[in-house]
């Protein structure tokens, strides 16, 4: 045989291929990976709730007590100046 | 917002033969081109909102369809790497009997063939084999395979034109070969 007729003969060997089904449990393995992707996501949507609610919390809290803390420093300051009544 | 189950069902109706054969001709693997087939609906359930309908839903498809083999191509081949340092896995057999493999799609007669086509289109660069699969198997016009690689009709002609030379020397090597091994 030549190898014009051989390689056409491969070139042309998809000719006449037919279209092929998937398996017919296909659709149900992606609409149970689908609800599990939503069960996952609203999971996960909580979770990252709670952390954004611990973090405001946490920050709010630090807030608090250095605002108290700068306050005092700022009476012991006041009240040293007036004892005195010296600046240096 | 995802598709209620009925439009989803429908849609799935409509289009898994051409996601499942799109990515049968790309990977030449049925578990790989059902797993793709799965991502590719996954991915259409969670965007189909975002769809601009700047192309047409089957082009659309087709895009992400061809993405996602690309991508799935990529993976494998970085997995490839990492065998010749690493521990050999289960899937490694999977990953080299893609030369093996005969299409359940075509004729009795061409599997023999079809095989040797296949092992040398994924000799073919990313453009190229895309250009001849949805050319020469998927049966597409070239404005058509245009729409879908966003190219010019132009850029297409000339991908299809090149990867056929390119099949073509390939297979006369072969030939070649074949005969030299016969002798």
């Given at each position: 045989?030549k190898?014009e007729n051989?390689t056409?003969?491969i ?8 279209k092929v ?6 659709f ?11 069960k996952v ?11 954004f ?10 807030l608090k007590?250095?605002l108290?803390?700068?306050?005092s ?8 100046i ?7 | 917002m ?6 989803f ?13 799109l990515?049968?001709?790309y ?29 047409s839903?089957?082009t659309w498809?087709?895009r992400?369809?061809?993405?996602k083999?690309?991508?799935f ?11 010749i340092?690493g521990k ?9 009997n893609?030369s093996?493999f005969?299409?359940p799609?075509i004729?009795l ?14 000799e073919?660069?990313e ?5 001849f699969l ?11 395979i245009?729409?879908i ?5 132009s850029s297409?002609?000339s ?5 056929k030379s390119?099949?073509?020397e ?8 074949y ?5």
């Amino acid at each position: 045989m030549k190898s014009e007729n051989w390689t056409l003969e491969i070139m042309e060997s998809t000719n006449g291929m037919v279209k092929v089904h998937p398996s017919k449990l296909l659709f149900d393995k992606i609409q149970n990976k689908i609800n599990l992707e939503n069960k996952v996501s609203s999971k996960w949507i909580f979770v990252a709730a709670a952390t954004f609610a611990l973090l405001i919390s946490i920050n709010i809290k630090l807030l608090k007590s250095s605002l108290i803390k700068s306050s005092s420093q700022k009476e012991t300051v006041i009240s040293t100046i007036s004892n005195t009544n010296q600046l240096y | 917002m995802a598709l209620d189950n009925k439009d989803f069902e429908k849609l799935y109706n409509q289009y898994n033969v051409l996601v499942y054969n799109l990515a049968l001709n790309y990977l030449q693997n049925i578990e790989d081109a059902e797993e793709i087939t799965q991502d590719v609906f996954i991915q259409i359930n969670n965007s189909l909102s975002n769809f601009q309908e700047k192309s047409s839903l089957k082009t659309w498809i087709y895009r992400i369809t061809i993405n996602k083999c690309l991508d799935f191509i990529k993976h494998k081949n970085s997995q490839k790497r990492f065998f010749i340092f690493g521990k050999k896995s289960q899937n490694e057999f999977e990953i080299s009997n893609v030369s093996n493999f005969e299409h359940p799609g075509i004729l009795l007669e061409n599997k023999e063939k079809s095989k040797l086509l296949f092992e040398i289109i994924n000799e073919l660069g990313e453009n190229q084999k895309t250009a001849f699969l949805l050319s020469k198997v998927d049966g597409l016009s070239n404005p058509e395979i245009a729409e879908i690689m966003k190219l010019s009709v132009s850029s297409v002609e000339s991908l299809v034109f090149r990867a056929k030379s390119i099949l073509k020397e390939k297979i006369s090597n072969k030939f070649k070969e074949y005969r030299k091994k016969k002798n």
